[in-house]
């Protein structure tokens, strides 16, 4: 009885303590982000404008709701959606680590989701939750300084799960009258349930069985693989991989072979010498190779309906089985189009010569086009030499490459 009176009298207590301690968390993380140059909105509710599937059970908190972290831009900026993991079941839209506050400093609007867990949050509830954070953003995301053309989702572990068959299930943001061009790219971290009935079949997946249950039709719709179709409008994929971990590598390649296969634009990132957790852990850390490599895909998408140039010319690279880093492509095309500047300054030089009839105009012309050519030479080798020195090139080993399956 006194073991009864004791719980009775330490849960409470408990109870008080994590609440002050997320109060406590809350109000650092606010004067974080201020300092970065932006402001946090906690706990916004993003179910009830699209409506509700059914009613709450009697004492089952409302989980639908989201933090938002803005930028004090006076511009429209992109939209980062992060969904958390753990296994389902637990987890929580505080989770963020060091992401928000990166995120906010490079000119994002960082959102972070809760969504239904287990047993209440039984799929597609939950992948559903995901969905209709991503059509709230759509509506409201601009009051927050986001823009709503340019939305973007990511995820680890169960969150990385949920984020890809959002990504390519068009009918759950169907449901409410948006598709798959809402969202831009879709950054999936160390998820292994692309395709759960190859995964069950070469590795029996006995944890993944108590989650989603023995049912191979089930497993079938829960995975993201399934979804997958030419012509849907499904976003860039980067799928990010932790450890040499052959069965998650098995569901990247597949996973990626597929939509390639469907036109999709798709990255495979291995972070072999990461674990599960510190892959994580790791973004938001400007000098890791994880982080810059998130955000040179990001870059690079957001840059695609400028300039496809880019995302050809690594299609091609991979098609030779020369794959590069997103860095190496950038720079090459940096080389022709600065080669190609100094050939129109030639071809300028030699049109102009042609022209002038009297020497003393000609020497004049050619000196003036000389001087410019050198300027253009020196700047050239500037940019080169930056590239050199600069701290991505000296941890060129550490850097895992981004490349097509």
């Known amino acids: 009885m006194a073991v009864g009176i004791g719980l009775l009298l330490v849960l409470p207590a408990w109870g008080q303590e994590e609440e002050q301690m997320w109060a406590r968390w809350r109000e650092k993380m606010s004067d974080h982000i201020e300092k970065v140059g932006g402001s946090v909105t906690w706990d916004v509710m993003y179910a009830q404008d699209v409506g509700l599937d059914e009613p709450l059970k009697e004492g089952v908190k409302d989980r639908r709701s989201l933090d938002v972290y803005s930028t004090d831009s006076t511009e429209l900026q992109p939209v980062m959606l992060y969904v958390h993991g ?36 039984q799929f597609p509830k939950n992948a559903q939750d995901v969905a209709d954070a991503v059509v709230w953003a759509r509506d409201a995301i601009e009051a927050y300084g986001g823009d709503p053309e340019q939305i973007y989702l990511m995820g680890h572990s169960a969150g990385a799960h949920l984020a890809s068959v959002v990504g390519t299930h068009d009918k759950l943001l169907g449901k409410r009258e948006q598709d798959l061009s809402a969202i831009k790219g879709v950054v999936s971290i160390d ?44 976003p860039a994929f980067l799928l990010v991989v932790a450890g040499d971990h052959a069965v998650k590598l098995d569901q990247a390649d597949n996973f990626g072979g597929a939509l390639q296969a469907a036109g999709v634009d798709v990255w495979i990132l291995e972070a072999d010498d990461q674990t599960h957790s510190s892959v994580n852990r790791q973004i938001g850390d400007d000098g890791h190779y994880v982080t810059q490599q998130i955000m040179a895909f ?6 695609s309906d400028f300039d496809d140039e880019i995302v050809t010319t690594i299609a091609e690279s991979a098609a030779e089985e020369e794959v590069k880093t997103v860095d190496e492509v950038v720079e090459e095309m940096v080389d022709e189009v600065v080669a190609e500047a100094i050939t129109e300054l030639n071809d300028e030089i030699e049109v102009e010569t042609e022209a002038v009839s009297e020497p003393t105009e000609v020497a004049a012309e050619v000196e003036e086009q000389a001087e410019v050519k050198e300027e253009v030479a020196e700047k050239t080798a500037e940019m080169k030499e930056e590239k050199t020195d600069s701290p991505k090139e000296d941890e060129s080993e550490k850097i895992a490459e981004i490349m097509f399956d």
């Open 86 to 121: 753990g296994g389902w079941k637990r987890g929580d839209k505080r989770a963020v680590g060091a992401k928000a506050g990166y995120f906010v400093e490079n000119g994002w609007v960082f959102v972070s989701v809760n969504y239904r867990l287990l047993p209440d949050g």
């Open 191 to 234: 998820t292994a349930v692309l395709d759960l009935p190859r995964l069950v079949e070469k590795d029996g997946g006995v944890l993944y069985q108590k989650i989603f249950g023995d049912d191979p039709e089930v497993w079938k719709t829960v995975s993201p693989i399934s979804y997958v179709e030419k012509d849907k409008d499904i």
């Open 298 to 303: 990001l870059d690079l998408v957001k840059a």
